[in-house]
């Protein structure tokens, strides 16, 4: 299961800075674009955050962490998050930068690297990578699993419980004992934020605050509650956590 761990302070305002530099320099690369939208372009608060809360995926999630160079995707997140604006989700934003950051290019240029990465490609049977192609295939296509679960992730989970339970195993079993892997709060976050700003029900009920800030609170609960569950993520159970979410919520702005 994923191990959504919370950061010191001081390492979180090391990541702020990396991130803000990162930022900086784009913008010093791309004078032209500077100059022409100087102002709408500047990194907000919210938004370094949410770039945080995808580094912090990002680097404790040991299959991402094999393929892709969390701070350089972190910092292509805020940048796309800034181009884009607030009023897009963050299955776009993942889109958007999908295939950028990858450890092909950045690590395996590396000798080492590269012959560590040949070693275990060559280790994989061509029916090993057929079924983790189709697990992928398979997750991008239900919505609960492309929304809820990061699928690359979820591929390379097979992969390797495959190699440790055997040839023989069905593969129903395997995909049971990883459904409380690859949890992937970012986009979930943003679903579930789309979602509470567009619940009509939310409009008879007494909230002291903007429509916008209620929901960044119901969207983090429903998170909250989704990577301590343990459990097959069902319809049902996805409105239980989002009821809980409002719930939370409402007590904390009434």
Avoid: H
């Amino acid at each position: 299961m994923l191990e959504y761990t919370m950061f010191n302070k001081a390492y979180m305002v090391d990541i702020m800075r990396f991130l803000v530099f990162i930022f900086i320099a784009t913008l010093c690369i791309n004078p032209a674009f500077a100059q022409n939208d100087a102002a709408s372009n500047e990194p907000t608060d919210a938004q370094i955050r949410e770039a945080q809360t995808y580094y912090k995926y990002c680097d404790t999630n040991e299959t991402l962490k094999k393929i892709r160079d969390c701070q350089c995707s972190a910092a292509q997140y805020l940048d796309a998050r800034v181009k884009m604006g607030n009023s897009v989700p963050q299955s776009s934003i993942l889109d958007a930068i999908k295939g950028m950051c990858s450890l092909d290019e950045k690590r395996y240029g590396d000798s080492d690297n590269a012959t560590q990465k040949d070693d275990f490609v060559s280790q994989l049977t061509e029916a090993e990578l057929k079924e983790a192609e189709q697990v992928y295939k398979t997750c991008e296509e239900g919505y609960y699993t492309r929304t809820y679960q990061d699928c690359e992730c979820l591929a390379g989970k097979f992969i390797e419980a495959r190699q440790e339970m055997g040839p023989l195993e069905n593969a129903n079993n395997i995909m049971l004992k990883l459904r409380d892997e690859c949890k992937n709060p970012v986009n979930a976050i943003g679903a579930q934020y789309t979602s509470c700003m567009a619940n009509d029900r939310l409009d008879n009920l007494e909230i002291n605050v903007p429509r916008k800030t209620f929901c960044e609170c119901a969207a983090r609960a429903w998170v909250d509650m989704y990577e301590n569950y343990n459990g097959k993520l069902s319809a049902r159970v996805i409105s239980n956590f989002g009821s809980g979410a409002i719930s939370r919520c409402l007590g904390k702005f009434r």
